[in-house]
Each structure stands twice: as C-alpha cells, then as structure tokens.
C-alpha cells in the first residue's frame, strides 16, 4: 500500500503539470482560442478511453501489469509534449494529454487496488490512505513546472515536460516492487452476475452520479480556472501556487476522509462533499482576486475528494469478489466520459461568456446528485450484497 501511495503521488504530479500548463499552452498553439482548453478535454477522453481497457489489462494479466502500462503512457505524455513545444504543434500536444488522460485512469485505479487487499470492514480507510498520497502530488506538479518551465528558451515548458517524462519513470521503478494478487482461475470461472443486472442497483446508480458531478465539477471549475486567471492578468506563479493548494486540498482530507465514511456513512460524506462544492462556485461569484480563485479551487478540492472518495465507497458495496474489476472499470468508464462532455464545454464557455457563466452553471448537476442522494436514502434496503 505504502508504494502504490508513493506513485499516487509522482504519477498525480504528472496529471497537475497537465492541469498547470495545459490552457495556457493551449492559448499558445491553438491555431483558435476557443480550442484553448482542448488539451485538457482530450486529457479527460483519454481517461475514458482507457479505463475499460486497462480493466481487461488488469482482469487478464494482473493490476500490476496494467499499472506498468499506464506507467509507459506516463513516460510518453512528457516526451510527446516536449516535442509538441519545439514544433510548436498543437495536435501534436492534444496528442501527448491523450496518453497523460491513459495514465491517469490506471492512477485512479489504484484506490480499488488497495481496497481489494483490504478486510471489509477496512475497505474504505484503505481507499483514502492511497488517495492521500495526492497531496504529494499537489507539491510536486505545480513546483515542477515553476522550476523548469523557463529552462529551455524560447521553447516554454519543454524542459517541465520532459522532467514529466522522469518522474513516470521513477514510478515504473517502484511498481515493480508491487505485490497484488493475481487473477485466479477459481474466480476467473465464476463471472458473477450480469453486468446489466448490477449497474441497475439504485445505490450503484446514486454512486455513479455522485461520482459523476463531484469529478466532473471539479475538472469543469479546474480545467477553466487557470486559464480565467490568466485572462484576468494574475501571473502564471499565481496560477500554480492556486493549482498546488487545490491539488493538497484534493487529496489532504484521504488522511481522514476513510474514518468518516466508517463512522458517519458514506452518503453523508458524499453530501458533504456537494456542498463544499457548491460553496467553491459561491466563493468563485463574489470576486476575481487571487484570494478568490484560490479559496474556489482550495473548497472545489475538498468538496471532490468527499465526493468522490465517499462514492468510491458506496461502489465497493454494489460488486462481489468475482465482479469487481468489471464493475469498477465501468463506474470509472462512467464517470470519465462525463467528465469529457464537461471539459469540452468549459473551455468554450469560458472564452464566450466568462468565468461566471462557468461558476453557474456548477449548480445544476449538484442539484441532481443531491436529488439522487435524497432518493437512494429512503431505499436503502436495495444497495446490500451478499
């Protein structure tokens, strides 16, 4: 558990340099603003494409084998990138976060690692404990790129983007240490129940909405924030001190959010998570200071990891042992592909109504994640597994 957290860290640094630099390189090379953000969304489809493949990879061959995999696409998004910098080449770039989105999708994987090799009444802590390796990450990425972005004139970032590339290799390194079990023949034979069968579960259901708004909000509000800061005329160190500080407050709260979850239940720590959500866009409305984007992106932070760790949660209740790597990758499937409608769409709002277009539009998937929650707790009845 103490190496998959490490690589939490190192590999979540490679997604934050992605956050960090990915509009405003975009804003360079986009041969139409309004593409500025397009970098960052092809990020996100790369998550969802990759999800479901990197299930088959883990389910046929071990997570192990699919960690290692994800590890070489973490390697190929910094030395693409870097290319993309001396070409000048958008698509080239759009290219590269493809691979970073790959990588990032097995990442996320990982907290379903841990809690697999955990009792079930540990399941929960031991999901957070890797999750909070993040907060490493949310050092790590934004000060990478403060340090090296000007390293290799005229060429801005290629030096950031090949450190990238270093660190995915130091995490391949440590993955190979990785002890997991293997697939067994035993459940291999024993499929489980359908898969239609399963996602129709109510508490799946509200699992995979809530986890659905809590990332997509966040990479919504995440993806366009750097970039309105930008248009605002607040420096680029600003941007990534903001950018570090939301990433530490992502992560930060899996000390503890496991605990939670054990004690209070986890459709209440997704609740709370919506409303910290909520709180960040309210935050984002009142000003366009440097104190304002930072406190949006540090509540945006805390708001995600309770919602999006809680639902995690709520997921390990809907699969049996036979099921889960199916059921999993599909949730992520789920919420990744929301995410990218999301992505696309903040990009383009940002540049065509403003930053507080963006904010309000936050309130209408809260809404029905709370509607999803409210409904899903009086048929609680329906979401035990035997």
């Known amino acids: 558990m103490l190496r998959l957290a490490v690589v939490q860290a190192l590999a979540g640094a490679n997604a934050t340099v992605v956050y960090a630099t990915g509009a405003i390189v975009g804003n360079m090379l986009a041969p139409d603003k309004a593409l500025a953000t397009l970098p960052i969304s092809i990020f996100v489809v790369g998550m969802a494409a990759c999800t479901l493949p990197a299930g088959v990879i883990a389910q046929r061959h071990g997570r192990r084998a699919a ?11 910094g030395l693409l990138a870097a290319l993309a910098m001396v070409l000048g080449s958008f698509w080239l770039f759009c290219l590269a976060t493809f691979f970073g989105g790959a990588y990032a999708a097995v990442v996320l994987s990982f907290r379903f690692a841990a809690a697999d090799c955990a009792p079930p009444e540990r399941r929960a802590r031991a999901l ?21 972005m000007n390293l290799w004139p005229p060429h801005m970032f290629a030096a ?46 509200t699992a995979v909405v809530c986890g659905v708004v809590s990332y997509l ?61 909520a709180a960040s866009a309210s935050v984002g409305l009142t000003g366009l200071d440097v104190a304002h984007f930072w406190l949006t992106l540090i509540l945006l932070g805390i ?65 029905l994640a709370i509607i999803a929650l409210t409904v899903n707790s009086k048929f609680r009845n329906t979401q035990a597994v035997s």
């Open 67 to 77: 960690f290692l995999t994800g590890a070489g696409c973490g390697v190929l998004v």
């Open 128 to 148: 957070s404990a890797v999750m909070a390796g993040g907060v490493f990450a949310g050092v790590i990425g934004p000060q990478l790129v403060t340090f090296t």
């Open 160 to 205: 950031t983007f090949l450190a990238q590339a270093a660190v995915a290799v130091v995490s391949a390194f440590i993955l190979i240490g990785v002890r997991l079990p293997t697939p067994s023949a035993a459940t291999g034979a024993v499929r489980g129940r359908p898969l239609g069968l399963i996602v129709r579960q109510p508490r799946f259901v």
């Open 217 to 277: 909000l966040m990479n919504f509000l995440m993806t366009a924030a750097p970039l309105a800061m930008h248009m605002c005329g607040l420096s680029q160190e600003s941007s990534n001190l903001g950018l570090q500080w939301h990433v530490i407050a992502m992560y930060g709260p899996s000390f503890f959010t496991g605990r939670l979850i054990t004690r209070f239940g986890a459709t209440k720590v997704v609740l709370t998570g919506l409303a910290l959500i």
């Open 303 to 367: 708001g995600w990891n309770f919602g999006f760790v809680g639902a995690s949660a709520m997921v390990l209740e809907c699969h049996r042992p036979e099921e889960r790597a199916r059921v999993q990758s599909f949730n992520d499937f789920a919420v990744f592909g929301t995410m990218a409608f999301g992505s696309f769409l903040s990009g383009g709002l940002l540049n065509a109504y403003g930053w507080n277009t963006v904010l309000w539009l936050s309130f209408v998937p809260l809404g």
